[in-house]
């Protein structure tokens, strides 16, 4: 037989890394020290008291069978716990709840069980990648919102055509913003949820990053905190940043009951859930949210923002220190718009990986997104070898 893949997977976005992936390997190949502000992805290991609940979670027999398809109870209350203590919003863990295999699998799944092939779904760009695919993957037609600097990142929802608007079944927004690393006050979610209301389409609010911030007095909302939203949102929340938990692939969707039961069921038919010992490890993670190792985790990020946002500033990059989430988000210098050229020549020059903000989408064009998940002695190396580069 001649094999031929389906032609869906033809469909996804080129992926636009596959060059700066090639350099790169080709510059550590050479032997040079090339530092990464590439991937999205912690760097610190697991807090231990994670890890520790882990071990013996595992060698509890009950979790060796099949988990239950939403979650255990246990992981589902505490989840709600969480939500009520963290956001004052009442969920109930029996209907509006449920655990994820990470927030990614949440949001590839979230699609199929939402639309119907023609639908649009409104997609922010730039934007977490997997809000394109999940679409394409359920026969969907992805209407990009530009996330624009003069608008603070946020979608402009009065320019989404009517027509759109009319065949929308869901929207995707996500703040704290990768790549962006914008923040979203209450009044845009309160807009959001208006405009579902009237146009009869789902929200899923990606929540991955609410916990990863830098000011206590300045945290990250929910959307559960506007009136009404239950009705018309669902959000996903995530261990792996908190926690740093990418590998362990654990997080929760919550909100619109029959949102919930619509993905169960999807994945009722294609996974059997998470793995119960990660589910029982989780529960300590986020009853931990408080505790020392978290917020020094925290610090620790801040420290690197403030270590590396100034010496861009100072080399032309036009850029904000971020209020939340490990990203920075910096406008190319001037001369330098063309992102992909603009990261080749980081990476050429001073053996720096950043990523070029048009593999993020056509309006990510101009900026280069650098992750903070490099130490900061690391983080000094690399803005004393961008101070000599000749632009
Ligand atoms: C990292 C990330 C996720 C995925 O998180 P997992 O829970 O590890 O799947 C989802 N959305 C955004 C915007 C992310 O950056």
Redesign the pocket.
Known sequence: MSFKRAARLDQLPPYLFIEIDRKKREAIKAGKDVISFGV??PDRPTPTFIVDRMAEAIRESANHQYPLGSGSMEFRKCVTTFMQQRFNVTLDPATEAMA????????GHLPLAVINPGDYVLVPSP??P?YESSTIFAGGLVHEMPLLSERGFLPDLNAIPRDVLSKARLMFI?YP??PTGAVAGLDFYEQCVALAQKHDFVICS?A??TETYFDDRDRPRSIFEVKGAKEVAVE?H????TFN??GW???FAVGHAGVVEALAKIKGNVDSGAFTAIQDAGITALEGINRPEVLANREMYRRRRDALVPHLRELGFGVEPPRA?FYVWAKCPKGHEDSMRCATKILDEAAIVAIPGVGFGKYGEGFVRFALTVEEDRIRVATGRLAEMKW
């Open positions: 999205g992805d994820v295999i990470g927030t990614k699998e949440g949001i934007g977490y997997v996500n913003n990768n990606d991955a990053y996903m995530s261990l792996s940043k938990m990418t692939r654990l997080g989430t």
